[in-house]
């Protein structure tokens, strides 16, 4: 699986962007990862690509927003009401049915949120 990450930018606070992730394949899962310079990588959202199905962290549900578009194989992360804590390089990832972790990763997008 290739992971194609894009849509990263400047905006400022209370805005929005959307970060998109083409696949070139049918993976069970796409998530999207971040991290913010001097901290650790951390789980943002994920979606299972046979159904839907989705999960957010705490931090940022009610605010984004995970999709797939199947005809494009791409996945989308609407981000609404944008922080500044939010800045990061947003990462996309994507797993096997029965994988364990997340092998395969997309190179990053920017988000840098301006207060």
């Known amino acids: 699986v290739q992971l194609q990450a894009s849509g990263g930018g400047l905006v400022q606070a209370g805005g929005s962007l959307r970060l998109s992730c083409a696949a070139s394949g049918r993976p069970y899962f796409i998530a999207w990862f971040r991290q913010a310079p001097g901290k650790d990588r951390e789980f943002v959202a994920a979606i299972r690509w046979s159904d839907g199905s989705t999960n957010y962290a705490d931090s940022v549900k009610g605010r984004f927003t995970i999709s797939k578009d199947n005809a494009k194989n791409t996945v989308y992360l609407q981000m609404n009401s944008l922080k500044p804590e939010d800045t990061a390089v947003y990462y996309c990832?994507?797993?096997?049915?029965?994988?364990?972790?997340?092998?395969?990763w997309g190179q990053g997008t920017l988000v840098t949120v301006s207060s």
């Open positions: 990832a994507a797993r096997h049915f029965g994988s364990i972790g997340y092998g395969y």
